[in-house]
């Protein structure tokens, strides 16, 4: 899909046709659009074409005519029944008279610029325009990293309860979802850092803020991610001795009650063998006898087991 926006009079237009200044944002292009964009643009079709790789890693490529620019972005994915985070690769390619996106999906990164919820944000200041998306970028990933600190809280809480496996696979999938954040950060910080010193993307003044404040937010991610994987790192092997412990628990009540009802049930099977002269046998209440007996017996165990902390 290829859609093309531009800024006129301040405010974000959608377009049918390619001018100057105007924004190209393709969302899981076909082939054919990527060879049609290429050949109106004169931008290789390869460069194009890698952002929709999703193992393609963060860079910047600098062109005669054009520089590429790629980041990792966050994403979420089903997986097996379960939602996990992802990273896919969004490619941002800036020249003289336009810019153009390409991403595997329709991420809500730049839906906030379509839908024109960025301030201060024009088509044509392309500069500040990957500036704006690199910082909604950085903030994603921060809402997401928190979403992912309650989503391990909660699990946490069903942990202390549990005696299966199912909330350390959650907690499992969660820690993978950080080490894609933690590597990806970190990409993207090579990224910015490479931005800072090229100077075939003009710096200007007035967004000498904003970038600052992408460098920032990227390295507070970059912390979160890092503290958040070492506490949930913690936490798996904790909680898995929490897990083994509650089972051992469970197989101990098990073993006090199968030895309580063993004891009533041995008496009985002595007394259900066919001796002439068994104890009480010919007693006219022999068997009141034999059963408040075994009540009896089984009643001390009981209470020996519980002294003993068994039950």
């Known amino acids: 899909m290829i859609e093309i926006y531009k800024t006129e009079d301040g405010i974000l237009q959608k ?26 643009t004169n931008i290789d ?51 003289k008279d336009y810019l153009i996106t390409v991403c595997l999906e329709d991420t809500p990164i730049l839906k906030y610029f379509k839908d024109g919820r960025v301030r201060d944000f024009y088509t044509f200041k ?23 600190d309650r989503k391990s809280d909660e699990i946490e809480r069903k942990l202390h309860i549990s005696t ?13 979802s950080l080490v894609y954040f933690t590597t990806s950060l970190r990409s993207n910080e090579v990224v910015l850092e490479k ?21 920032i ?25 929490i897990i083994s412990n509650n089972q051992n628990i469970v197989m101990k009540f ?19 063998m066919n001796f002439v002269e068994i104890p009480g046998g010919k007693h006219p209440y022999g068997f009141i006898i034999v059963t408040l007996a075994a009540l009896l017996i089984t009643v001390i165990t009981v209470f020996i087991f519980r002294k003993r902390k068994l039950f």
Not at 19 to 37: F, H, K, Q, R, V
Not at 75 to 80: G, M, Q
Request: aromatic share 6%; net charge negative; hydrophobic share 40%.
């Open 126 to 148: 392309r500069t500040r325009f990957i500036l704006q998306i690199l910082y909604r970028n950085a903030t994603t990933f921060l809402q997401n990293l928190r979403t992912i």
């Open 254 to 272: 098990l073993a006090a009650i199968t030895i309580v009802l063993s004891i009533p049930t041995m008496i009985a099977s002595f007394y259900g």
């Open 195 to 215: 931005m800072m010193r090229i100077e075939s993307i003009k710096r200007y003044p007035e967004d000498e803020d904003l970038l600052e404040d992408v460098i």
């Open 15 to 40: 377009r049918d046709e390619i001018s100057e200044g105007c924004w190209i944002a393709m969302t899981n292009p076909l082939a054919s659009e990527l060879l049609d964009i290429s050949e109106r």
């Open 164 to 176: 299966q496996n199912s909330e350390l696979i959650d907690l499992l999938y969660l820690e993978k």
């Open 217 to 241: 937010e990227n390295k507070q991610a970059i912390e979160m991610a890092n503290i958040y994987s070492g506490i949930l790192s913690g936490t798996m092997d904790a909680f898995a001795s």
């Open 45 to 95: 079709i390869n460069h194009l074409r890698s952002p929709l790789d999703e193992e393609e890693r963060a860079r910047i490529e600098v062109e005669d005519n054009y520089t590429v620019i790629l980041v990792d972005i966050p994403t979420l994915e089903k997986a097996h029944e379960k939602e996990r985070y992802i990273t896919i690769p969004l490619g941002i390619i800036v020249s």
